[in-house]
């Protein structure tokens, strides 16, 4: 079982760039998927993007393709989302949660049922 925690949230004037981080503990996330999500009020969770841990394979949704940059370090088994060019409607609790693709033909997937584990999510506010 994997444990996970975000962290890098914060407010954030429109144009601007933020890093969020990942860290997983108790397990490798070379086993895993790794996804973002986010969730604003009075909203359904949004799948952003996600990697297969073990070869890098990326998605992303259209709404943040081309600002939004999913990455992941090996060493440190963490997964980050760069986020560049933000908007007022980035504005979310952003969450990362992993799914165990080991031994399976998935891959990083964006809807949120395919996950098992998520983290406690961080706050991303986007306003001047």
């Known amino acids: 079982q994997v444990q996970l925690v975000e962290s890098g949230g914060r407010l954030v004037q429109p144009g601007g760039s933020l890093r969020l981080s990942c860290v997983a503990s108790?397990?490798?996330?070379?086993?895993?998927?790794v996804g973002w999500f986010r969730q604003a009020p009075g909203k359904e969770r949004e799948g952003v993007s996600a990697?297969?841990?073990?070869?890098?394979?990326?998605v992303y949704s259209d709404s943040v393709k081309g600002r939004f940059t999913i990455s992941r370090d090996s060493a440190k088994n963490t997964v980050y989302l760069q986020m560049n060019n933000l908007k007022p409607e980035d504005t979310a609790v952003y969450y990362c949660?992993?799914?165990?693709?080991?031994?399976?033909?998935?891959?990083?997937?964006?809807?949120?049922?395919?996950?098992?584990?998520w983290g406690q999510g961080t706050q991303v506010t986007v306003s001047s």
């Open positions: 949660a992993a799914d165990k693709i080991l031994g399976t033909y998935r891959s990083g997937s964006l809807s949120a049922l395919t996950y098992d584990y």
């Open positions: 108790g397990q490798t996330l070379n086993y895993y998927a």
């Open positions: 990697i297969k841990y073990s070869d890098g394979i990326t």
